[in-house]
């Protein structure tokens, strides 16, 4: 029993919004020690596989050694993660935005959300615009931020377009209630987001494309028909 309690234990700071998972190797207990200096003071949590908070761990967590591009493997995390100041700050927006997605989730999951046939082709619509992962240690340049803006302003002109479609209640209410939550193009003007980034992305662009990734998710994953 007790080998394999490591390796079915999370721990996760809810401040940050990073997942740790608990190795027994030497890449796993520097991360470790690393993860007590950097969050001990934190809202940290040990997860067990079937812990009901599991079900906060969305999208949006940095999950350490997980496969996806924009997280940290066990030896970058412990050491010189390129991305850790970006990636540790708060992300309000997408915080906002998890929220609501998480309220979405429900709804489906106890079948109260109602479904109308145009949701899935706004849905498709959608999708291709909604392709959000850059990891936190990309170096930008004015370049790289302005066409990374770009993606984001296009992104939020088509969810703004799908609520004037014949969506059924429960998505477009959705829709309406991540655009509140999500800036308009007067809230990310191109000079200041330049000024703020460098050579990490500016954190509230960041935050922003964290945020549409978690819309990506729900709408991938539960409405769209593919
Ligand atoms: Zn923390």
Redesign the pocket.
């Known amino acids: 029993m007790e080998e394999n309690v490591a390796e079915l234990v999370d721990v996760a ?1 809810h ?2 919004r ?1 997942v740790l998972p608990l190795l027994d190797s030497p890449d796993g207990r520097e991360a470790w020690w690393k993860f007590l200096d ?2 001990a003071y ?3 949590e040990l997860l067990w596989e079937h812990s009901a908070s599991q079900e906060r761990i969305d999208i949006d967590y940095i999950e350490v050694g997980s496969d996806i591009r924009s997280d940290p493997s066990f030896a970058e995390y412990a050491g010189e993660w390129s991305g850790r100041s970006l990636a ?1 700050r708060p992300r309000p927006i997408a915080r906002a935005v998890a929220e609501i997605v998480r309220r979405a989730f429900d709804a489906m999951d106890a079948h109260e959300w109602q479904a109308a046939p145009a949701d899935a082709a706004a849905a498709e619509r959608i999708m291709p615009y909604l392709d959000f992962a850059p990891p936190p240690g990309e170096l930008v340049d004015d370049a790289v931020v302005l066409a990374r803006l770009a993606a984001v302003e296009a992104a939020l002109e088509q969810l703004r377009r799908a609520t004037t479609e014949p969506l059924g209640d429960h998505f477009g209410t959705f829709l309406s209630d991540v655009l509140r939550a999500l800036p308009t193009a007067a809230d990310l003007p191109p000079d200041e987001l330049c000024a703020e980034s460098g050579p990490l992305a500016s954190p509230r662009l960041w935050d922003t494309e964290r945020a549409l990734r978690l819309i990506q998710h729900l709408v991938t994953s539960r409405i769209s028909l593919r």
């Open positions: 700071c401040t940050c990073i950097e969050h934190h809202q940290v540790l």
